[in-house]
């Protein structure tokens, strides 16, 4: 069975511990590759710092969110002028941090404007993105994140996504693919991947239902590895699951997907020479 390197998501594994201390606990377990869309309660250089204390890459951040409950900004119709600081301060954290993956997050639309005119913000601020992240080097990636896990989210289902993809025509515009979203929404993923895996440039995984470590639900994920290898797949796999009892305990189930290597120990920021 093909291995993929695995990242662990900040927002939801090592939760136990302050966000500046998750870094720390990754690299004892092992991970390489992080990731956390909302890194903005640290300064930038703070996130960097940690990230190379702790011989980590953080892979991808998303934009800020907006106010409490918008889950971004992307798909708001009058919030084109907040959409763009949030991408000009998203580039800057990742250049910062050598983040290569920004993601424009579609939010909740709940005040005014119909879904037509939500589609056609959507699509101009994600191409403002893809243009602003070029200059700078980066890829732009859009995730669908089901109804089940957040309703009223705009970005909803990867055929939605493919769709907005070919509207933006962007050389840097690709999907993070989220196969706990996808179940959620009665996608068949091998198929999905095999028909459009090479739009991926980023993979999160969680077992259905539950949203727990793989094996704890009914996602085929050895067929679905081997549609990520048969398309090509050269990226990580995101870890975005709910421990179901606590973070190192349980990733046993790693042993058998991936090649976990343990770091050389963390170096405090006091004693480094």
Not at 133 to 139: F, P, S
């Amino acid at each position: 069975m093909t291995k993929f390197p695995l990242c662990a998501h900040l927002g939801y594994l090592f939760t136990e511990h302050a966000l500046r201390d998750r870094f720390a606990a990754a690299a004892r377990c092992g991970f390489r590759f992080v990731e956390h869309p909302a890194p903005y309660a640290l300064a930038p250089d703070e996130a960097s710092d940690l990230c190379k204390l702790n011989g980590l890459h953080m892979v991808q951040i998303a934009t800020p969110m907006g106010d409490p409950g918008e889950k971004g900004l992307a798909a708001m119709v009058g919030r084109e002028a907040d959409f763009r600081a949030s991408v000009d301060e998203a580039i800057a954290y990742a250049l910062v941090l050598g983040t290569r993956y920004i993601h424009p997050m579609s939010g909740v639309p709940t005040q005014g404007g119909s879904d037509a005119e939500s589609w056609d913000v959507y699509i101009r601020n994600v191409a403002y993105s893809c243009d602003l992240a070029a200059r700078a080097g980066l890829t732009v990636n859009i995730e669908p994140i089901g109804a089940g896990t957040l309703a009223g989210y705009f970005m909803n289902h990867p055929d939605k996504a493919t769709q907005a993809i070919a509207a933006v025509a962007r050389d840097n515009l690709f999907m993070t693919f989220d196969a706990f979203h996808a179940a959620q929404s009665d996608v068949d993923l091998a198929q999905f991947t095999r028909e459009w895996g090479r739009a991926f440039r980023h993979v999160q995984i969680a077992d259905d239902p539950g949203r727990h470590e793989p094996g704890s639900g009914t996602i085929d994920f050895p067929a679905f590895f081997e549609a990520l290898a048969t398309v090509g797949y050269a990226g990580v796999i995101g870890l975005e699951y709910v421990p179901a009892a606590g973070t190192a305990e349980g990733l046993a189930w790693a042993d058998n997907y991936d090649r976990i290597t343990p770091l050389e120990p963390t170096i405090d920021r006091e004693t480094r020479t």
